[in-house]
């Protein structure tokens, strides 16, 4: 129906409004659709108090709503090779991510896209076993993110990738490669990809230093971002002075977690990561010794900051920085 998809084209232009998706609803229950009363209570859901009488009726009506149609909603789904999706997989009344091999979706993509038209995240599993053909061939324009996590991806599936026209690059804004074998020649083959709209890259866990990092920061599209995760690579102190010093002015957050750091250095430019505003330090290695130099860099080059996480350092009780006055607890 024509209508509908301008509702749904409304929703994928702005996901985090609740407005597109409640004037959907009020179609699909003039039409006497029940996914528009499912609609409605979950993203009520979203803003009711908790503990609350409402919350308490609302959670009941979502449940009735669901018994009585979450299967049949999630059947023609779970039929073209989607996995594991549960009646728990709907996000404010409507199925936003799928985790499915990349062959099925290859076979059965658009038709999934069809039935399921608020899709824009995929979990794809193997991706390996069709890498030519699932660079080669173009995804629905409603697929904006992509996981390719957990698959044990090596530089030369990367390389793969880069050696063919990859036709969906252009149009993806979140990439997760976390969990993977990527290693320092993954990232550098990484750089040789162009990602013109990514917004948020997850390298976490791949095995990469500050040698693989430093070519992959030399692209233009890594230093666009908005949030970057490197957690559980040996950046060490290196690597994290390069990422200071390639001028990231639109990155918001950086995970750095499990990166072998002893310190943030205090002397850069206030340009840099003058736009930052979570910072996750975790499971490193500075010490009280190197705090004074870590607490300058809040008060005069991360000025944007609100969020600080410094759990599990050798800084006894400091969970966050000592900031009250730019909102970090």
């Known amino acids: ?40 209570v979950q993203c009520e ?21 669901l018994n009585l149609y979450g299967d049949e909603w999630l059947t023609p789904v779970r039929e073209l090779g989607a996995i594991g999706v ?51 061939r173009g995804l629905p ?6 996981d390719f996590s957990a698959n044990g991806l090596t530089e030369d599936w ?14 993806i804004q979140v990439l997760h490669l976390q969990t993977n074998r990527l290693g320092d020649g993954g990232a550098a083959a990484l750089a040789g990809w162009t990602l013109p709209s990514l917004k ?29 995760d490197l957690r559980m690579n040996p950046v060490t102190d290196v690597g994290l002075n390069q990422l200071v010093a390639c001028h990231p002015n639109t990155w918001e957050v950086l995970n750095l977690s499990s990166c072998q750091l002893t310190e943030l250095p ?21 010490t009280p010794a190197k705090w004074a130099g870590l607490s300058g860099a809040v008060r005069f080059w991360l000025t944007s900051l609100r969020q600080l996480d410094l759990r599990n350092n050798a800084i006894h009780g400091r969970s966050a920085g000592p900031l009250p006055s730019h909102g970090i607890d």
């Open 1 to 40: 129906m024509s209508d509908e998809h301008a509702f749904v084209e409304e929703i994928r232009r702005t996901p985090d409004d609740v407005t597109p998706r409640l004037i959907y609803a009020d179609f699909l229950e003039d039409h006497g659709d029940p996914r528009g009363e499912f609609i409605r």
């Open 45 to 65: 859901l979203t803003e009711a108090a908790p503990g609350s009488a409402h919350r308490a009726d609302l959670l009941n009506r979502e449940g009735e709503l």
């Open 86 to 136: 549960t009646i728990r997989s709907f996000e404010r009344g409507l199925l936003e991510r799928v985790r499915i091999s990349a062959a099925d979706f290859l076979e059965s993509g658009t038709e999934l896209c069809r039935i399921a038209p608020a899709l824009s995240r995929l979990d794809l599993r193997r991706p390996e076993d069709v890498d030519t053909e699932l660079a080669t």
């Open 141 to 146: 324009e409603q697929i904006t993110e992509l």
């Open 158 to 171: 990367i390389r793969a990738v880069s050696s063919v026209s990859v036709r969906w690059l252009k149009q």
């Open 200 to 228: 948020s890259l997850s390298l976490g866990s791949n095995r990469i230093s500050a040698a693989g990092l430093s070519v992959l920061l030399g692209q233009s599209w890594v230093r666009q971002l908005t949030e970057l």
């Open 266 to 286: 205090a002397g850069q430019a206030p340009v840099n990561l003058r736009k930052l505003q979570t910072l996750i330090l975790r499971h490193n290695r500075i």
